[in-house]
């Protein structure tokens, strides 16, 4: 994104320095000597030259030097009287250089004032110039630190879906340790694949929606391992999912919030899974029965969600919906990524 952001920033003043140099070579036409015919040819290449490379020299010396560090550490009128002084003496030199090299008798009034009027034009380019880039400066730290503290705050909330994760799942080993059961070991096993997701593809910045599935896939078999047929597990997959990217461990804080609260004392609950992915489109609904909210509250509860719902937010601002709906003794999530742009 940095790289982005430089080329970008690379582009932009090429084109302003391109403007500015027409800008800058254009008095010399407006203002040209009309000298006599048989020698206006030569005179006004070399002339021109000349007239262009003491406008860029005044052009650049007000702009990265006059400007930044005399008009805004000394102030207007220090600045006034070092610019003025400065074209005195360049305007002296210029001519002192043109006598040399066309010693042709001409006017005094006419050069002189085209020659000021043009460096008058010069001084205000180049004072727009600067202020311009330095207003363009200024946006692109402001973006550099816009992205930085994003890069922040989702490695945080990165750094938060690990515990939060291992809380549930060492609840499910607690479990199973309890009753003594032979599922312990597949259930270790199991565990050791999520932990290897987790560490490895969940620190990318984005995934293929198959390795997240697979990820999702190994959580479901993990609880099924500890509730084994009192839970009906319903989980179907529509679509090209090789297709569709995503943020590693996006949608997994649904899947645990409905084992965590659409077990309880229900008998035979039920949770539905539903992924579909069209084109650029994915559609993730999620729906359990809701259990007693005392048997399945914790002090944990809400953190995944709030999680999930801070990174949609930063990743995908208004290119995603989240609706959560309590109907008819079910829980529903509905999320819908557009990962178009």
């Given at each position: 994104?940095?790289?982005?952001?430089?080329?970008?920033?690379?582009?932009?003043?090429?084109?302003?320095?391109?403007?500015?140099?027409?800008?800058?070579?254009?008095?010399?036409?407006?203002?040209?000597?009309?000298?006599?015919?048989?020698?206006?040819?030569?005179y006004y290449i070399y002339r021109s030259l000349i007239n262009?490379?003491?406008?860029?020299?005044?052009?650049?010396?007000?702009?990265?030097?006059?400007?930044?560090?005399?008009?805004?550490?000394?102030?207007?009128?220090?600045?006034?009287?070092?610019?003025?002084?400065?074209?005195?003496?360049?305007?002296?030199?210029?001519?002192?250089?043109?006598?040399?090299?066309?010693?042709?008798?001409?006017?005094?009034?006419?050069?002189?004032?085209?020659?000021?009027?043009?460096?008058?034009?010069?001084?205000?380019?180049?004072?727009?110039?600067?202020?311009?880039?330095?207003?363009?400066?200024?946006?692109?730290?402001?973006?550099?630190?816009?992205?930085?503290?994003?890069?922040?705050?989702?490695?945080?909330?990165?750094?938060?879906?690990?515990?939060?994760?291992?809380?549930?799942?060492?609840?499910?080993?607690?479990?199973?340790?309890?009753?003594?059961?032979?599922?312990?070991?597949?259930?270790?096993?199991?565990?050791?694949?999520?932990?290897?997701?987790?560490?490895?593809?969940?620190?990318?910045?984005?995934?293929?929606?198959?390795?997240?599935?697979?990820?999702?896939?190994?959580?479901?078999?993990?609880?099924?391992?500890?509730?084994?047929?009192?839970?009906?597990?319903?989980?179907?997959?529509?679509?090209?999912?090789?297709?569709?990217?995503?943020?590693?461990?996006?949608?997994?804080?649904?899947?645990?919030?409905?084992?965590?609260?659409?077990?309880?004392?229900?008998?035979?609950?039920?949770?539905?899974?539903?992924?579909?992915?069209?084109?650029?489109?994915?559609?993730?609904?999620?729906?359990?029965?809701?259990?007693?909210?005392?048997?399945?509250?914790?002090?944990?509860?809400?953190?995944?969600?709030?999680?999930?719902?801070?990174?949609?937010?930063?990743?995908?601002?208004?290119?995603?919906?989240?609706?959560?709906?309590?109907?008819?003794?079910?829980?529903?999530?509905?999320?819908?990524?557009?990962?178009?742009?």
């Amino acid at each position: 994104m940095n790289s982005i952001n430089n080329k970008g920033y690379s582009f932009q003043l090429i084109v302003i320095n391109t403007v500015f140099w027409v800008l800058l070579i254009l008095p010399s036409f407006l203002f040209r000597y009309n000298g006599p015919s048989s020698n206006f040819s030569d005179y006004y290449i070399y002339r021109s030259l000349i007239n262009n490379t003491i406008l860029a020299i005044i052009f650049y010396a007000n702009a990265y030097y006059f400007f930044p560090s005399i008009l805004k550490k000394k102030g207007v009128l220090i600045y006034l009287l070092v610019i003025a002084l400065s074209l005195i003496i360049v305007w002296f030199l210029s001519k002192y250089v043109d006598q040399q090299l066309f010693p042709i008798k001409r006017k005094w009034g006419r050069p002189f004032f085209a020659n000021f009027i043009s460096y008058i034009f010069i001084i205000v380019t180049s004072c727009s110039y600067r202020i311009i880039i330095d207003n363009l400066k200024s946006r692109k730290l402001n973006k550099d630190k816009e992205t930085e503290n994003l890069k922040t705050e989702l490695s945080f909330l990165r750094s938060q879906i690990s515990p939060h994760f291992m809380f549930n799942v060492l609840n499910n080993l607690v479990s199973l340790a309890r009753k003594k059961s032979d599922k312990m070991e597949p259930a270790l096993i199991q565990l050791s694949n999520l932990l290897r997701y987790m560490l490895y593809e969940g620190n990318q910045g984005k995934i293929n929606l198959s390795q997240e599935l697979k990820y999702l896939n190994g959580y479901i078999d993990l609880q099924k391992l500890r509730f084994g047929d009192d839970v009906i597990i319903i989980f179907t997959v529509e679509g090209n999912i090789e297709n569709f990217d995503l943020e590693p461990m996006l949608l997994i804080p649904f899947v645990e919030n409905a084992f965590k609260h659409g077990m309880g004392s229900l008998e035979n609950p039920t949770i539905k899974i539903k992924l579909t992915a069209v084109d650029k489109t994915l559609n993730f609904l999620v729906e359990n029965d809701i259990a007693d909210i005392s048997e399945s509250k914790d002090d944990s509860s809400g953190i995944g969600l709030i999680n999930v719902k801070r990174r949609l937010d930063l990743l995908y601002e208004n290119n995603y919906k989240l609706t959560i709906s309590n109907q008819d003794g079910k829980y529903i999530v509905n999320l819908k990524l557009d990962a178009n742009d």
